[in-house]
């Protein structure tokens, strides 16, 4: 079973059908949609620097704006021990520049939850809980989170945490997916969100 299948049992067949075609097969061929991001916003300003060392990792960027074209690609992988990976690629296109938002996902029976290390190679690790919304929507929120050093992940206390929330649905009248990401720090408050649409490009 796909690990999004896998992770939301019967939940699944409650997701709008649109969102069930997209998850259903994320492990067997690759995906790859486009559109625009309405608004991206990048939080606190003195993060600048830290984000734009992100930009090597293909995790952060300092760049905000407003209807930034973007990509999103997810390609299914094997792991170094035989598990079902799926590899996501978000590229933004910031006049000229390409900015990454990169992961690494995969399913842990144990636990019931998503894996996810963020950026290449890896400097995050957040656990990953999906729920689906009473309009068919899939929500997804960051619990436990790690710095990742190679080979090394040291369990992060909230505070310098980031909380990630993630809706996306489908917009019948329109055709389109719907995204909205947000990632919050108990302090700092805000350390990036952004919001747009996209559709199939496969």
Not at 12 to 36: C, T
Not at 64 to 91: A, N
Not at 94 to 121: C, Q, V
Not at 157 to 167: D, E, K, N, S, Y
Request: proline content about 5%; glycine content about 10%; hydrophobic content about 35%.
């Amino acid at each position: 079973m796909p690990i999004y299948s896998q992770v939301l049992g019967h939940e699944f067949k409650k997701l709008h059908p649109m969102l069930q075609q997209r998850y259903k097969h994320i492990e067997e061929k690759p995906y790859k949609g486009s559109g625009v991001m309405k608004r991206i916003s990048g939080g606190s300003k003195w993060m600048f620097l830290l984000k734009l060392m992100g930009t090597r990792r293909k995790l952060m960027f300092p760049e905000e704006g407003t209807f930034i074209p973007f990509t999103i690609q997810h390609k299914p992988k094997i792991g170094e021990v035989g598990e079902e990976q799926v590899h996501w690629e978000r590229v933004f296109y910031f006049n000229g520049k390409k900015r990454y938002f990169n992961a690494l996902m995969s399913f842990d029976p144990d636990r019931g939850i998503i894996k996810d290390y963020l950026g290449e190679p890896s400097v995050m690790y957040s656990d990953l809980a999906l729920t689906v919304l009473e309009n068919g929507g899939l929500h997804i929120q960051s619990k436990r989170q790690r710095a990742v050093f190679g080979k090394k992940e040291i369990p992060l206390p909230r505070f310098l945490q980031g909380i990630a929330t993630v809706v996306e649905t489908f917009n019948d009248k329109r055709g389109v997916y719907e995204i909205y990401v947000s990632v919050q720090n108990p302090i700092m408050g805000t350390i990036f969100s952004y919001e747009g649409e996209f559709t199939n490009d496969t």
